[in-house]
Each structure stands twice: as structure tokens, then as C-alpha cells.
């Protein structure tokens, strides 16, 4: 008799973005009249830009004629895109990032969710709370994590960073030394930024103990500030101790075209062990290439006319951030992030619980969001807006949000 | 400090095709001249028919406006697929399997190799010997077998089940009961295929001792003759004991476009545990759905049109398959295969290895192929011929081993 893997019992309930999904889905089909407006899940909403559109066009073509079909990709990712990357997203930056070094993906989530398996199963990890449940889940699914604790609302055998107003949302470094360091910024869900130096002291303290550290750099295109670091590689001695994880989800509208990447530097190696090697054996195995065409779409991200048209949907995208965010402030809340992040943190009104803030929401501005609490037990009492609507829906939720 | 997946050092150097890439690309580039015919690698060659390039510029043009842009897709598959799916590959043929078993997915590889992860480590695979690597190779990193015996060129603690001339090439029940048994038909690599009667007794095995079948039916188009199963499910029973994964890559010509899907039917129970819905934990944890301009292609394989220019490529191909192996026949090989799926497996010539005669086609005819033990023990001193060049570097391909 085949046994199943235990360890998904251990999950509460479903993922958390299914879960809000559904309940909306059951509001609207109640409520058919109802104009929801979906700050919800960090999804964008502006189509592709003609750079990417034209590219896309181009690659559909080349598949149309035996002389210029493409097969099966190379599993690691086109030479044309990696290269691409390397200059553009690290060399470009002073990051000595080698364009061998880049693996492309089917997009950032699988990546966060499958890199542990490269990991040995008694490591211990340690993760932000709030954070993106995907860290989490996916190791209580290989079996890197005790049972849910329902007291304390979160994971036996996982070292929970607190980041709260207290700590500027920054986590600090903990007491019981882990092997695995799960890092976002600019972050998810709370949508505040690290600065250079601060992200040094995790490197430098990664470097010490022999953690490594997983950073996912899925919201770079967002920050505005200087001093806030686009790549973890800006930090000296990253390279042996740092993996980082990119998205074209959030910088070119990629969420339904699927398409990411992995930097694993080749000095990064562990108790004589490239990680490198192990997770080119993973991608050759498991994985077969992002499509041909949409890797040409992942180019044209970086040309002149891809950059400057992308500038301009990032610029739109933060005018929802700043209306959001100081309409928030007008209507007596207080909200965090939203500067170097399309993602506005704020604390739910009369001390509402996350979910009970969001039924509110739900029912009665028929406004979506994600409950604070989704993410973590410290993010209990919060909520997560979003700042990928549209303009004018950015604006009539603003409008609701005030007549509160 | 932290500690890597040991398993991963169980595996004996680098995935069978990137080592057959490999050493192409070091023999081309010492002799740039050689026009080497690649019927090595089972990727096809064929542009995509003109509905699949229609359906993925219309698909494209939608991402370029506000009103038909798509974010995110659902996880398990966007529904116009599913259907499409439900109806013409299982309800026209009699199995009773709704489009919410369906699981799309970027691929029948990445479902292969990530399927094993929602069973307990502690099961007991069984596989055909020779095999597709990555059902093992998948399974040796999570963990569920020993280490690489050297001597038996195979791993500990799998079940192997000889596939050879003496038995037709179809595996035998095995005397140790398995956990999970993978199957393929039409197989990979040996191009043979299962009756109908034949597979029922896997089926009726599976359900005796509660093993759970996995069946790659990635071949499923190439069947040519009756009284072959195009689906598990055509057999009594399947539903509570088999999963069954299918690929857009050898019936469309997917393999750089991405697309495949997984069935596992919501009466497949195992301790009390639905597989549905662990597999839909697993998707909506570390999958984001395929592309949706890639859906759209996969829709237009079924339509009208899609159909009947797909059946005249398989035709090409077929042809190809054929003409191989009435070549290798006349030339004295002996050769299987070619007749329901697009592999032809042969015997090597003077009772070469399989890599002596990898090498020597290589360096002599400059033809690629793969090598026999690649695929697992028993597969020394045969070797895959695939049908998926063109009809032109086909023929010459065979004029060059009728000159042997």
C-alpha cells in the first residue's frame, strides 16, 4: 500500500491567496451588482508593453517556419536572455554576476518553492514574520518543519524573525542560529525596504555561521530610494554565502506569461558542495526550459524601447502607491511601505482582526485585500493593498476607504 | 551550517541528454564542418501548424490591451483547456474523467519529476528497465531509494522490471510488491506499446495491493494500431489506483512552447488521503499556472483545424519512423519500435556498448543518437533512434547506416 507524504497534513487549510479567491468569488456571485475592487493579490493589471508585445509577435513567427523553429530550450535558459540579465540586472550595478550563473525559471514562486529541495531535510530555517507563505509551506511539505502550532499560530522547529512597527519591519538577527535565511526586500507584505548597510550585517553574519541565505529580489523595480539595495550582491562577500531570486512579474507585467530567475554564484559552496552544480542537476532533471518565446518577451525587457516603456507602467503603478497611501493617512489610518514597493501595510481600523477586516472590506466597500494575519501571526491586526489596479479603481477605492 | 540534499551525490554524473548535448557540441565544434543529423534527443522539428501560430497571436494581441490583459492564471489550468481536454481525450474515448481532475501544468517532465513529492519518502518505487531517467533520478533525490550499485549499474532499493526481446519489451509483475509503479506506453524508450488486456492487469494488480500507477501516455498520439490503450482509463478500475500524465510536445510540437497535464481522478484515495488534493497543494504552493498565451495555444490543438493539420505532422513523422526502420532492417540491424510511437529501438551493430556505438555513429556518420544503457541497465547494447527529424535528414540518415 503506497503511504502519502504526512507532511501535508500538517498545512491548515489551503493556500492563502485560494482562500481569499474563494471567498470573493462566493461575495460576487451573491452580489452580482456588486463593483469589487481587487487590491488583493499582488497581480498586475497594465497590459504588456509594445516592446514586449512586438517580441512576443517576432518569437510566435519563428515558430511558424521549419528554418527558425526552436525546440526544447537550453535548461538553464537562452544564452541571449542570461546575458541580458547579467549585464543589465548585476553588471551594470558593480555586481560581478556571471551570465552562467543565472538560471531562468518558470517564475519566481516555483523557484522560492523548489530551491529548498536542494537542502538536506534537517536544517532549520528561519523566516520573517509577516512573510510570503510560499517560504514556509514549502518546507513544511518536505518535512523541515514540526506541526503547526495552533496557540502560537505558526510552525514548530521554524525561527520566526518578528517584524513589527517596533523594529521598522526589519527583521533581527536571532538567537538560535539557523541554516537557511529567508530574506525579501523591498519586502512582501510590508512593503518597507532594507538599506545597503543593514543587508550587509545579514551577509556578514550568513558568511559567519555558514547560513545561507535565500534573498528574493522580486519588488527591485519599485525602489526609489538611494541606498536601498537592488541586488544582494551590492553587499561585499554575498557571493559565498547569498542566493537571489528575480521575478518579471512585478517590473513587466509577466504574472500570466511566467518567467524568472535564480542567481547561484559558483563560489557559493557548502561543506565542499557547489550549490551551483546541485541546482543545475535539479533544473535538468525536473524542470525543461522556460518557453522560447517568452524568454524573446524576458529580452525585450531590457532593450531601450522595453526600459523606457517599462519606466513609465512602474511610475503609474507608484502614483496608485502615493494615492493609496495618503488617502490611508487622510482617513486616520496608519500605513506602512508603499516608497520603494507597490505594497501598502496598514493596521486595520478599530482593532479588527486581519479577516474581520477584510469581510468588512469585502461586504461592505467591496474592496480586496490580503488579511495581514495570511502571512504570519505578527502580521495579525494588518492588511496588505496593493497598488496594481487600475488608476481610476486606485482612486474609487480611496473614496470608499475614506467614507469608513 | 548549513547541509546539502546528499542524494543528490547518489547520482552518477550529469542527466543522459545533457552528456549526449555535450559531447555533440565538443565533436562539432572540432569538426564545424560535419553535418551531423541529430535523431538523439526526442524533440521535434516541425514548426507549430498554423492554428497553434493563429491561436498564439490572438492570445498575444489580448495581453496587449487593458480589457483582455490575463494575470495570473488559475493554478490547475484555465478552464477553456480543461474542457477541451476532458471532452476530447478522455470522454470521446469512453473514460469517464472531468475537467476538474485535470491538472495543466509547463510540462509532462516537470509533472513527472515533481509527482513523487506528495508520497512518503518510505515508499518503493517500481520502473521498467530501460527507462525514462527522470522517473528515478527524481525519486534519488528525494530520497526513496539507496545508493548506485556499480556493479548492477542500477540503485538499491528500486524495483527494476526487465524490459527485453524475451518478453516483448513488457515488464512482468514483480515478485517484491511496489508502492508506486511508473508506467509508459507507447514506451520511452523502447517505442513498443500495451494492449488494452495487458495494461488491465497492472490496473487490476494496483487496486489488489493499493500500489498507485503512474502512466506517461506522452506517446498517446502515435498510436497507430486498435486494441492499444490511448489512456489508462480506457481500463476498468484506473480510477482508483492510476494517475496519467500527458505532454503537448510530441502531438503538437510543444516541447519549446510548454505545455502538459496531469489527471488524477478525485476517486484516487490512499490512507484516507484524496491525491487531487494534495496535488492541488502542491500547484497552488509552487506552480503559478502556464502561460496563458501557451493554454491558448493548447486549446487550438483541438480544434478543427488544430486536428487536422496535427494529424498530418504525426503522419510526417510517422513516415520518418517507418523509413528508419525498414533502413535499419535492410541494413541487418534488428530494430523494434516505430510502429505506435516515434522511437525505434535497435541493436547495436558487433555487439558494440551502446556508447562505443554512440561514438562510432558520431564520429563515423555523423548521426546522434542515444545511447541504450543511458536509459538503464537492460538498455546495454541497444540504442533510440528517433523519428522527429525531417524526412530529408532521415533519408540520409539511413543511406549513411545502410553504408556501415
Chains 1, 2 share one sequence.
Not at 517576432?58 to 540579465?85: C, H, K, Q
Not at 535539479?282 to 518577451?297: C, D, L, M, S
Not at 507602467?313 to 508603499?338: D, H, P, S, V, W
Request: proline share 4%; glycine share 8%; charged share 25%.
Amino acid at each position: 500500500m503506497v503511504k502519502m507524504n504526512d507532511n501535508y497534513q500538517k498545512l491548515p487549510g489551503s493556500y492563502l491567496f485560494s482562500t481569499v479567491a474563494k471567498k470573493v468569488n462566493a461575495y460576487q456571485k451573491a452580489h452580482p451588482e456588486a463593483e469589487i475592487i481587487r487590491l488583493g493579490i499582488g497581480d498586475v493589471t497594465e497590459p504588456l508593453v509594445p516592446a514586449i508585445i512586438e517580441a512576443l509577435h517576432g518569437a510566435v513567427d519563428e515558430m511558424a517556419s521549419r528554418e527558425t523553429f526552436r525546440g526544447y530550450a537550453p535548461d538553464l535558459g537562452y544564452d541571449f536572455l542570461r546575458n541580458a540579465i547579467a549585464e543589465n540586472d548585476f553588471q551594470a550595478r558593480g555586481c560581478d554576476i556571471q551570465a552562467d550563473e543565472i538560471f531562468v525559471s518558470d517564475g519566481a514562486k516555483c523557484d522560492c518553492g523548489n530551491l529548498q529541495e536542494i537542502f538536506a531535510v534537517d536544517n532549520k530555517i528561519a523566516v520573517c514574520d509577516p512573510v510570503y507563505p510560499v517560504y514556509v509551506d514549502s518546507n513544511v511539505m518536505a518535512g523541515r518543519t514540526g506541526m503547526y502550532n495552533k496557540e502560537r499560530e505558526n510552525f514548530d522547529g521554524v525561527i520566526y524573525m518578528p517584524c513589527r512597527e517596533e523594529n521598522n519591519f526589519l527583521p533581527e538577527l536571532p538567537s538560535e542560529t539557523p541554516d537557511l535565511i529567508y530574506l525579501c526586500f523591498p519586502n512582501n507584505p510590508t512593503g518597507e525596504a532594507i538599506r545597503k548597510s543593514e543587508l550587509q550585517e545579514w551577509v556578514d553574519y550568513a558568511n559567519k555561521t555558514g547560513a545561507v541565505i535565500f534573498y528574493d529580489a522580486a519588488y527591485e523595480a519599485y525602489i526609489a530610494e538611494e541606498g536601498v539595495p537592488h541586488s544582494i550582491y551590492e553587499c561585499e562577500g554575498a557571493k559565498t554565502c547569498a542566493i537571489e531570486t528575480r521575478s518579471f512579474s512585478k517590473n513587466a507585467g509577466f504574472t500570466g506569461l511566467r518567467l524568472g530567475y535564480t542567481v547561484i554564484p559558483k563560489e557559493l559552496v557548502r561543506g565542499g558542495v557547489s550549490l551551483h552544480s546541485l541546482w543545475a542537476r535539479r533544473h535538468g532533471t525536473k524542470f525543461n526550459g522556460a518557453p522560447y518565446i517568452v524568454q524573446r518577451a524576458g529580452e525585450a525587457v531590457y532593450s531601450e524601447a522595453g526600459k523606457a516603456q517599462l519606466k513609465e507602467q512602474i511610475a503609474y503603478y507608484m502614483r496608485n502607491a502615493r494615492t493609496i497611501k495618503a488617502g490611508l493617512t487622510e482617513a486616520g489610518f496608519t500605513a506602512y511601505g508603499g516608497v520603494n514597493s507597490p505594497y501598502i501595510w496598514l493596521k486595520t481600523a478599530d482593532n479588527m482582526t486581519s479577516w474581520e477586516f477584510f469581510d468588512y472590506l469585502l461586504n461592505k466597500l467591496h474592496i480586496v485585500g490580503t488579511p495581514g494575519s495570511g502571512f504570519g501571526a505578527q502580521g495579525e491586526g494588518f492588511f496588505r493593498l496593493t497598488a496594481f489596479g487600475s488608476y481610476e479603481n486606485t482612486l474609487e477605492a480611496v473614496k470608499r476607504l475614506k467614507s469608513m
